[in-house]
């Protein structure tokens, strides 16, 4: 049986998803959302199906399975948006829903050579500014 948490915005992708994040699609174990703040083109979230906290509070093979998701995300962000790097962050101190943040970073962009800002607030899309970026992933994966 799944397990969910009704206030956070990845079980539920409902208002507390979007203040930071659009849902693009189902992955094999995971969702994958287009952060919102954008900063750095094509940032994305894989976030895992079930509110675990941890990648050790899941099986071996569940893992695996999140690892494959975030490494078919990351080829699609690279196919898309032809970064030179990808930085990946797992954080969550307070959210506690097992997610990874893919973060590009280009040479000539905002924060190359240096950690990538939770959320720098720098910049936002318009909505098909948005969309025409989830179609690019979505075409890529």
Not at 51 to 61: G, K, L, N, P, T
Not at 76 to 95: L, M, S, V
Request: hydrophobic share 40%; aromatic share 10%; with cysteine.
């Amino acid at each position: 049986m799944a397990v969910k948490d009704p206030n956070c915005g990845y079980c539920m992708r409902d208002e507390h998803l979007d203040a930071f994040g659009i849902f693009i699609c189902e992955l094999s174990v995971s969702s994958l959302i287009l952060f919102r703040e954008q900063s750095h083109p094509g940032r994305c979230i894989v976030a895992y199906k079930d509110h675990v906290s941890e990648i050790v509070d899941i099986s071996d093979a569940e893992r695996d399975a999140f690892f494959a998701d975030v490494a078919r995300a990351a080829k699609a962000i690279h196919a898309a948006f032809h970064p030179d790097k990808i930085n990946y962050g797992a954080y969550g101190d307070t959210g506690c829903h097992l997610h990874m943040h893919l973060v590009p970073k280009y040479r000539d962009g905002f924060e190359w050579g240096g950690v990538f800002a939770m959320n720098p607030g720098r910049t936002s899309l318009t909505d098909d500014e948005y969309a025409a970026m989830i179609e690019k992933i979505r075409a890529n994966l």
